[in-house]
């Protein structure tokens, strides 16, 4: 990262930036002993070193810069350093209204991060990361609800398709698709508050960000399951539903089944959360490993 000699105030008294730099992306708390960085593309093969160390815990950060780059109205990215420019001690960055943090060592100051985004202005209603991370912004954060999910891993050796009695067709969405797809996840009370607007639906489905899978049954849309997120590394399951009256008919497995392998094909890990232990059992026969906790933490 670059080299600055020079600080001034900037908005709050706290935090300090190189007038060297007039992108504003370097920041100083007024000791010293914390450094910022808003990273852009000068940063990209350093911060994605950092991320490679672990794939599928990182993967929605990952997929946010390939997708998105440093120059997004939607998307930006920090890295928090201590008082050393050149190791990274966490990452933390805004996708919208989420606020995703992840340190390879559980190493944050979530401390100075909440005071940061506050006197900068960055506004964010989840929080989202792994368990040990979320959990040290609790001090700051008056979260109103937070939702645990176990994180699971699939990988190519471990894949054990499922065999249902009776095979039903799977499908690949279109954007025509998306409204009743998203009514269909409107119907899933446990997914209140964390839905994927249908706009970010459209977009993920046409621009190609993620895919989205789905069964119908008397022609209408009764289970789904998509990608979130992809890089050329990993792939992150999510949104997995059936309607209430059309469950245990194993429509989930399938739509697993098929999305997990076509993923895997492309030389993919895949990676899910899950709440609900049933679901976990689901996965845990199609092969998915469970790796620790994901916390959602709404304001």
């Known amino acids: 990262m670059q080299k600055n000699r020079m600080w001034v105030v900037r908005q709050k008294e706290d935090w ?127 979260f109103k609800e937070k939702h ?10 471990r894949f054990h398709p499922a065999k249902p009695a009776v095979t039903t067709q799977v499908f690949q969405a279109r954007e025509e698709d ?25 977009d993920l489905i046409r621009t190609k960000k993620g895919r989205v899978y789905f069964i119908k049954e008397n022609n209408k849309i009764v289970s789904s399951a998509s990608t979130g997120a992809e890089t050329e590394m990993a792939a992150h399951v999510n949104a997995v539903c059936t309607k209430e009256g059309y469950r245990g008919r194993g429509y989930a497995s399938q739509i697993i089944t098929r999305l997990s392998g076509d993923l895997l094909a492309e030389g993919k890990i895949c990676c899910l959360g899950y709440e609900n232990p049933v679901a976990g059992r689901i996965y845990n026969r199609i092969g998915y490993k469970e790796l620790g906790k994901l916390v959602i933490a709404v304001k």
């Open 148 to 157: 645990e999910t176990l994180f699971a891993e699939l990988s190519k050796d």
């Open 16 to 142: 300090f930036t190189c007038p060297e730099n007039p992108g504003h992306t370097l920041y100083f708390r007024k000791d010293r002993q914390v450094m910022i960085t808003r990273l852009q593309e000068e940063h990209r093969q350093q911060v994605m070193q950092y991320l490679s160390s672990e794939p599928t815990f990182t993967l929605l950060i990952a997929a946010d810069i390939q997708n998105y780059g440093f120059e997004s109205d939607v998307f930006e990215i920090w890295a928090h350093s201590g008082n050393c420019q050149d190791i990274i001690r966490s990452v933390f960055c805004r996708f919208y209204n989420t606020l995703l943090v992840y340190s390879l060592k559980n190493d944050i100051d979530a401390g100075n991060i909440y005071r940061f985004l506050s006197d900068n202005g960055v506004e964010y209603n989840i929080v989202l990361g792994k368990e040990e991370l979320v959990k040290q912004f609790s001090p700051f954060i008056a």
């Open 178 to 202: 998306a409204l009743e797809i998203h009514e269909l996840r409107e119907s899933i009370p446990e997914f209140n508050n964390m839905m994927l607007p249908l706009e970010q639906l459209i």
